[in-house]
């Protein structure tokens, strides 16, 4: 077996290239996996302000998607409604209103959602809401 030093010198320079190379690049992941877990514990951080928010409304809160799904409810909206948090979560809104204005509700609903303005929401129409126990009481949004 024959030994050639300039062959193994070369081999050598390549690899502590691509090792330079390979730390570099791990380095760059590392520093990039960091700013993702500071950017993650931001996000959480204004998330639980912005719960917290909406937990100390004196008002009951909704929000719903384009299409009237409920994504998030304060205690308030428990308290007056009746139900629990997880039973309105991913529901319609339009169960919180008496079975007769459903319908009228949800067009109203889509005309805003295909041509959305700035208006006062429920303005002029007396609106009602239903609690779980199937009472039902006068309802004023904004």
């Known amino acids: 077996m024959s030994y050639d030093s300039e062959t193994s010198t070369e081999e050598v320079r390549s690899l502590r290239h691509r090792i330079a190379e390979l730390e570099e ?12 877990r500071a950017s993650q514990e931001q996000r959480n951080h204004a998330e639980q302000r912005f719960r917290g928010l909406i937990e100390a409304a004196p008002d009951g809160i909704i929000i719903t998607d384009h299409e009237g799904v409920m994504l998030l409810v304060n205690q308030q909206i428990e308290a007056l409604f009746g139900y629990d948090r997880g039973e309105l979560i991913d529901h319609s809104v339009d169960m919180l209103l008496p079975k007769r204005m459903r319908v009228n509700h949800f067009r109203y609903r889509t005309n ?25 009481f006068p309802l004023e949004i904004s």
């Not at 690049?25 to 993702?36: F, R």
């Not at 303005?117 to 126990?133: A, I, S, V």
Request: glycine share 10%; no cysteine.
């Open 112 to 136: 805003y959602v295909d041509a959305p303005h700035t208006r006062p929401m429920g303005f002029g129409l007396n609106l009602l809401g239903e609690r779980k126990d199937g009472s039902e």
């Open 25 to 36: 690049t791990v380095s760059m992941h590392q520093h990039i996996a960091a700013e993702l």
